[in-house]
């Protein structure tokens, strides 16, 4: 079956755009995460939705990111106001349901740079 | 905040010998700890996991050892065969969903 599928692959932008970052699921997974990998780091937590909610936003960095996910399948990750050290792949992960002992299954990655 | 560490950013080894990849931790609340591999222009992939009830999981190739009171994991490949060559993470949760990665190591596996 078809996995968890991210849109755009590669993203460039200049700084002080908005960039909306999108990602499909596994169908029926009802957890979905958003991390991001900066250059020679390790996976960044930002974000976690349960169905269409998010009991955990304690990852993102600062009040430019935001998420929504509708329907309990699409996200859509939106930076606002983009920033050089936004720079990073961002990756979506989807699991069956949401315990931490469910295997999460990753998307190829947005890359995102910000001129 | 690095909770989970890779200090080793590469590795080297040859086709048919072990491949040992290490992984510290400093938060004694995780409890559940994985590898993942991650290969060019690919999401990570779920490798393996250790519950922390446990000290020893192994599937086929692949076993990854945890040490609770040095709070350090590893992970064992043998034989390594060119083919795993990737990136791999290790990552640790406290039973929630924020799980904590480590900077990766990136193995390559000469013929």
């Known amino acids: 079956g078809a996995g968890v599928s991210q849109s755009p692959s590669n993203k460039v932008t200049e700084k002080g755009k908005d960039v909306e970052l999108r990602c499909d699921p596994i169908?029926?997974?009802?957890?979905l995460y958003w991390y991001r990998q900066s250059l020679g780091q390790g996976l960044e937590f930002l974000i976690y939705f349960q169905g269409n909610s998010a009991p955990d936003k304690s990852g993102l960095p600062s009040d430019r990111f935001s998420a929504e996910r509708t329907g309990g399948s699409v996200s859509t990750l939106t930076i606002q106001r983009t920033q050089q050290e936004d720079s990073a792949v961002y990756l979506c992960?989807?699991?069956?349901?949401?315990?931490?002992?469910?295997?999460?299954?990753f998307g190829p990655g947005t890359r995102l740079t910000v001129l | 905040d690095q909770q989970v560490k890779q200090n080793s950013p590469s590795l080297s080894v040859q086709e048919g010998r072990i491949s040992i990849l290490n992984c510290d931790y400093t938060?004694?609340?995780?409890?559940?700890f994985l590898w993942y591999k991650k290969y060019p222009a690919e999401g990570p992939t779920f490798l393996i996991s250790?519950?922390?009830?446990?000290d020893k999981n192994e599937d086929g190739r692949f076993t990854v050892f945890l040490n609770k009171s040095a709070k350090h994991l590893s992970l064992h490949i043998v034989p390594s065969q060119p083919g795993d060559s990737a990136v791999y993470f290790c990552?640790?949760?406290?039973?929630?969903?924020?799980?904590?990665f480590g900077a990766g190591t990136r193995l390559t596996v000469k013929p």
């Open positions: 250790i519950s922390s009830i446990k």
């Open positions: 938060n004694s609340m995780f409890d559940y």
């Open positions: 990552a640790a949760s406290a039973g929630n969903n924020d799980m904590r």
């Open positions: 169908s029926g997974h009802t957890a």
């Open positions: 992960a989807s699991s069956l349901g949401g315990t931490s002992t469910d295997t999460q299954y």
